[in-house]
């Protein structure tokens, strides 16, 4: 029974607000370098434990893409994060407006283009309210999506005058 509360705790909007709010406090309080990669489970419910959600709750990510990066790599990891994403949305929306126009000489690669920028579009706003790269299988997933994506952007590059 414990442990359904502490998860249906977690799961909801007064759960993730709070575990936000202590990811925030943690980048408050390592600005630079962040309380380390993996380390919220050993941190967090030391230094920040949280007051809505039972203690024997197994909180590993904050519920949030970037202040979870923000809080286990500092500024410098969420500057950074965010900057690659970005890049990254703005080359293959550029690859896929180019490959609608080039339409009939285009080949296959436009339902790829357009499939790896839905992942990424969807990979950015899921990171809003959860962080799906903190285990590792979805992780690989996710970044070699991303990675697809950036590799057909870099491929009709070269195609297309």
């Not at 949280?50 to 990891?77: K, Q």
Request: include cysteine.
């Amino acid at each position: 029974q414990l442990t359904s509360d502490a998860e249906s705790a977690i799961n909801s909007a007064a759960g993730r607000v709070e575990l936000w709010s202590r990811a925030w406090s943690a980048l408050q309080d390592f600005p630079y370098t962040g309380i380390g990669l993996g380390m919220s489970n050993h941190i967090m419910p030391l230094r920040y434990p949280p007051f809505r959600i039972s203690p024997t709750a197994v909180t590993d990510h904050a519920h949030n893409l970037f202040l979870a990066t923000g809080a286990e790599m500092g500024y410098p990891g969420l500057i950074g994060l965010p900057a690659f994403l970005f890049g990254l949305l703005g080359a293959q929306w550029q690859t896929c407006r180019r490959l609608v126009r080039a339409r009939p000489r285009n080949g296959d690669a436009l339902p790829l283009a357009l499939g790896t920028l839905g992942s990424a579009v969807v990979f950015c706003v899921h990171g809003l309210t959860d962080h799906v790269t903190f285990y590792a299988r979805a992780s690989l997933v996710a970044w070699v999506l991303l990675g697809v994506g950036m590799g057909v952007s870099l491929f009709t590059q070269k195609e297309q005058p």
